[in-house]
């Protein structure tokens, strides 16, 4: 018998009272109040690769689930719920969704087929699953340790603890994003805000790897939100970024995106400093190139005009921006071919013809890049997609 009421009660006073060790058990305990025979939690990888059971302190580990081949995996892909009968009992995958942020599946078992009310059933304590999910692993390391299948670098644990959720998405756009290599990440970040129908994203690229351009990629994306919550507009953002860089990493810079998308009208405004110009696909063709670089790289402005140019495009319902680092072109296999910009924009067109998410087409890119460099990227690989699909087209 399914007691959905109870196991909402359940997880609200989990949301007060849980600490990040108590959530394994959470969803074991609920599993009875659906009159399931077990259920649990499923965390993806850093590396979108494979989903890791998250067991209670102490318990040894469980076998991972790949993503690509699997109902897990399909149930993380589309964002749906997949169920099928194997060896006598019914296993179910829902989705962990925050938002858009996905965090992995919860894994059910059942010894009937479920009706629509129990997928139902399921489906709900998988969205609260995600939300306390979000809010406890604040609070401790268990969470974060059962994502890691390798050792955290540094440098990429200072960026990664500094960056937004990788997807987000309104009513009116999606963006989403990838990094890699991503327990060994240094130069490379992005961030975004939604204020007042303006989406501002930005990237970083900062020369160098290591501890050293983690620390430039530190300042500037913390210059960049300091800025931002100024009230700066784009030109004096780009002003105070330099100005810090220079004054504190004189010997360093970065390349950089700072863009501005008016939600409401469609108008791209932009600085590329020193930055590979974004992709502009519309019907799921590149239509161009943006024009890059408008401004020196930020930590060189000083060098020329200290005023940088700003480019507008206006986008279409359905348009996308790709943005990227040149470690994502430059990938090459061992005998030099590039990963290359026209590859680039032909796998995310497929991918969007195929009508896959935002976030679903940047892990399928980030794994085809890799997969062109045989998994050993020479560069730090970062890009973002942003999605353009205002309600009221």
Same mark, same amino acid.
């Given at each position: 018998?399914?007691?959905?009421?109870?196991?909402?009660?359940?997880?609200?006073?989990?949301?007060?009272?849980?600490?990040?060790?108590?959530?394994?058990?959470?969803?074991?305990?609920?599993?009875?109040?659906?009159?399931?025979?077990?259920?649990?939690?499923?965390?993806?990888?850093?590396?979108?690769?494979?989903?890791?059971?998250?067991? +209670?302190?102490?318990?040894?580990?469980?076998?991972?689930?790949?993503?690509?081949?699997? #109902?897990?995996?399909?149930?993380?892909?589309?964002?749906?719920?997949?169920?099928?009968?194997?060896?006598?009992?019914?296993?179910? @995958? /829902?989705?962990?969704?925050?938002?858009?942020?996905?965090?992995?599946?919860?894994?059910?078992?059942? /010894?009937?087929?479920?009706?629509?009310? /129990?997928?139902?059933?399921?489906?709900?304590?998988?969205?609260?699953?995600?939300?306390?999910?979000?809010?406890?692993?604040?609070?401790?390391?268990?969470?974060?340790?059962?994502?890691?299948?390798? +050792?955290?670098?540094?440098?990429?644990?200072?960026? @990664?603890?500094?960056?937004?959720?990788?997807?987000?998405?309104?009513?009116?756009?999606?963006?989403?994003? &990838?990094?890699?290599?991503?327990?060994?990440?240094?130069?490379?970040?992005?961030?975004?805000?939604?204020?007042?129908? &303006?989406?501002?994203?930005?990237?970083?690229?900062?020369?160098g790897h290591g501890i050293a351009a983690?620390?430039?990629?530190?300042?500037?994306?913390?210059?960049?939100?300091?800025?931002?919550?100024?009230?700066?507009?784009?030109?004096?953002?780009?002003?105070?970024?330099?100005? @810090?860089?220079?004054?504190?990493?004189?010997?360093?810079?970065?390349?950089?995106? #700072?863009?501005?998308?008016?939600?409401?009208?469609?108008?791209?405004?932009?600085?590329?400093?020193?930055? +590979?110009?974004?992709?502009?696909?519309?019907?799921?063709?590149? &239509?161009?190139?943006?024009?890059?670089?408008?401004?020196?790289?930020?930590?060189?402005?000083?060098?020329?005009?200290?005023?940088?140019?700003?480019t507008e495009t206006v986008l279409r319902?359905?348009?996308?921006?790709?943005?990227?680092?040149?470690?994502?072109?430059?990938?090459?296999?061992?005998?030099?071919?590039f990963f290359g910009i026209e590859r680039?924009?032909?796998?995310?067109?497929?991918?969007?013809?195929?009508?896959?998410?935002?976030?679903?087409?940047?892990?399928?890119?980030?794994?085809?890049?890799?997969?062109?460099?045989?998994?050993?990227?020479?560069?730090?690989?970062?890009?973002? #997609?942003?999605?353009?699909?205002?309600?009221?087209?």
């Amino acid at each position: 018998m399914i007691a959905l009421p109870e196991a909402v009660q359940r997880l609200a006073d989990a949301v007060h009272r849980a600490g990040p060790d108590d959530l394994a058990s959470l969803a074991s305990q609920v599993s009875a109040d659906l009159g399931a025979l077990g259920m649990t939690v499923y965390l993806v990888d850093y590396a979108q690769t494979a989903f890791t059971p998250f067991a +209670p302190p102490g318990s040894p580990p469980g076998e991972l689930v790949a993503i690509d081949g699997t #109902l897990a995996g399909q149930s993380y892909g589309t964002g749906t719920i997949q169920h099928a009968a194997i060896g006598g009992v019914y296993h179910v @995958w /829902a989705p962990l969704v925050d938002g858009a942020e996905r965090l992995g599946v919860l894994y059910t078992v059942t /010894a009937a087929a479920p009706d629509a009310v /129990a997928l139902t059933a399921y489906g709900t304590v998988a969205a609260l699953l995600a939300e306390i999910l979000v809010t406890r692993r604040r609070y401790g390391d268990a969470i974060e340790r059962a994502r890691r299948r390798l +050792p955290m670098q540094l440098a990429a644990e200072i960026i @990664w603890t500094q960056l937004p959720p990788l997807t987000f998405a309104s009513r009116d756009v999606a963006v989403s994003a &990838v990094l890699e290599p991503c327990y060994d990440v240094g130069g490379d970040a992005f961030d975004y805000a939604i204020n007042d129908g &303006v989406l501002h994203v930005a990237m970083f690229d900062a020369v160098g790897h290591g501890i050293a351009a983690s620390a430039t990629t530190s300042l500037a994306l913390n210059a960049y939100r300091n800025a931002r919550r100024l009230g700066l507009d784009l030109a004096d953002t780009y002003r105070s970024i330099d100005k @810090w860089v220079a004054a504190q990493h004189p010997d360093s810079f970065l390349t950089a995106l #700072l863009g501005e998308l008016d939600t409401r009208t469609g108008v791209y405004r932009r600085i590329s400093a020193g930055h +590979p110009g974004e992709l502009l696909l519309r019907d799921d063709v590149l &239509v161009h190139l943006l024009p890059a670089p408008t401004a020196m790289p930020l930590g060189l402005g000083q060098l020329t005009d200290p005023i940088p140019d700003i480019t507008e495009t206006v986008l279409r319902p359905g348009d996308n921006l790709l943005l990227y680092t040149d470690g994502v072109v430059e990938a090459r296999t061992a005998a030099g071919e590039f990963f290359g910009i026209e590859r680039l924009a032909a796998f995310v067109a497929r991918a969007l013809a195929d009508h896959h998410s935002t976030a679903e087409t940047m892990r399928r890119l980030v794994h085809a890049i890799l997969e062109h460099q045989h998994e050993q990227l020479q560069d730090d690989a970062t890009a973002a #997609l942003l999605t353009f699909r205002p309600a009221t087209a």
